[in-house]
């Protein structure tokens, strides 16, 4: 029907899925028909096309997620600050997603970096549509990263394929080291997990980074966890180098012709990939 | 509450596929949700009659079937079930493992009411 959507049927799960197979009638006489698509078929078909749009300008689309609080944005003002003072800088966009309020974009605008505010409303997660309406509005010339920051929430955004190419989850210190354990769509989902406010670990005797990482571990993700203070200037300078690897890694990928899908799971990414061609 | 987003983006979908049957109405909609989908199937039950009010499934029921979490072990190939939290090898132990299945999120069938004279033909 359509090849870039990912209905997430793999060999895997196929046996599971397909069990009962094909039944053209039932009991009551009426017509039954296999679809086998995903719930968000649409939401993902558009995500696939914000995902061409960015890499035909060749722009790494990051999806910041975390709590609401957790230093999304202060992050993003460190990591523009941090790129001022290096030599080898890229430069970004920002779309901001929140409830309500321009606030977030304001404070991005006032580092001159472009930003543009998405205001969901009730929606409590961003959604591809959302993002493509930005995306009319966000001229990515010139530009190697978009960071999205998703609307402060830990269950619903990981959800929403956003067309973006990499998870970065915030987990701020304060919030306790079981939250992995307790959101584990999330932080299943997460290439990059960033421990924020690590200034405050002094003053909290109960947030143990062991654990925290084990926590990330018991849901099979082997994606890195570091530690950074946005406020305190501590551990950007390992958050800017993995950026600029994934810039390197992203434009290898579409030099080879082919796009970088936030790494959930192995056989999803077969998955993908099959139906890329 | 994401549900009722997701419900919506299964009405479309019902609907679309009634359109191309022409169908009189949709008798019943089947999803397949894994437990790390990040859908929770009681709020999915609640949202679908909100979400399929006026449409062409305004009566249709919704069936979801819950699908086990299933690994593979990446260093010892062991299978078996996990739990949410803990998607680790009951062998050995390890957390290396890939998912097989439970983050399912499929619409997998829908049931349609036709006139009788098509549903001879
Ligand atoms: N101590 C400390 N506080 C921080 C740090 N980063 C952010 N904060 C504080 O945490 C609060 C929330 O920061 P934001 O950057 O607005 O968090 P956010 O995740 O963007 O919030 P939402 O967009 O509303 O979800 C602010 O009061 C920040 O000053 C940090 O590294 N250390
Ligand atoms: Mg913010
Ligand atoms: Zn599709
Ligand atoms: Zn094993």
Redesign the pocket.
């Known amino acids: 029907m359509c090849d870039t959507c990912g209905c997430n049927v793999t060999d895997a799960n196929r046996n599971l899925v397909e069990a009962g197979g094909k039944h053209a009638k039932t009991k009551a006489g009426n017509e039954a028909v296999e679809v086998l698509q995903n719930l968000l078929h649409e939401n993902n078909h558009r995500a696939a096309h914000n995902r061409e749009h960015f890499d035909k300008h060749q722009v790494l689309a990051i999806n910041l997620m975390?709590?609401?609080?957790?230093?999304?944005?202060?992050?993003l003002e460190a990591t523009i600050d941090a790129l001022k003072n290096s030599s080898e800088a890229f430069s970004i966009g920002v779309i901001e997603g929140?409830l309500e309020t321009e606030n977030?974009a304001q404070r991005i605008r006032d580092k001159h970096i472009p930003a543009i505010q998405i205001t969901t409303g009730s929606a409590c997660h961003l959604d591809a549509y959302m993002v493509h309406d930005a995306l009319h509005e966000l001229s990515l010339e010139g530009l190697d990263i978009v960071f999205i920051?998703n609307?402060?929430n830990l269950v619903c955004p990981a959800s929403f394929d956003l067309g973006h190419h990499l998870n970065v989850t915030?987990l701020?210190v304060t919030e306790g080291d079981d939250k992995p354990a307790k959101y584990p769509v999330m932080f299943r989902a997460s290439d990059l997990t960033l421990l924020?406010?690590?200034?405050?670990l002094t003053v909290l005797d109960d947030f143990d980074v062991t654990r925290a990482e084990e926590n990330i571990r018991n849901l099979a993700n082997p994606a890195p966890v570091f530690q950074?203070?946005?406020?305190?200037n501590i551990g950007m300078e390992a958050w800017i180098n993995w950026l600029k690897q994934q810039i390197q890694h992203y434009k290898g990928h579409l030099e080879s012709g082919e796009t970088v899908l936030p790494k959930i799971q192995k056989e999803g990414q077969t998955l993908h990939k099959a139906r890329y061609v | 509450m994401h549900e009722l987003s997701v419900c919506q983006s299964i009405i479309t979908q019902v609907a679309q596929i009634a359109h191309e049957n022409n169908a009189l109405a949709v008798t019943k909609v089947i999803v397949q949700i894994g437990p790390l989908s990040g859908i929770e199937a009681p709020l999915l039950e609640h949202a679908f009659p909100i979400a399929s009010a006026g449409s062409i499934a305004q009566d249709a029921a919704l069936e979801t079937q819950i699908l086990p979490i299933r690994v593979r072990c990446n260093i010892c190939g062991n299978e078996n079930e996990a739990a949410i939290s803990k998607l680790l090898c009951s062998a050995c132990g390890s957390w290396q493992t890939s998912l097989l299945s439970g983050d399912e999120m499929l619409l997998k069938s829908i049931e349609l009411e036709k006139s009788e004279e098509q549903a001879h033909v």
């Open positions: 975390s709590s609401p609080g957790s230093g999304k944005t202060a992050l929140d977030d920051e609307v402060g915030l701020s924020s406010k690590s200034d405050l950074l203070s946005a406020r305190k």
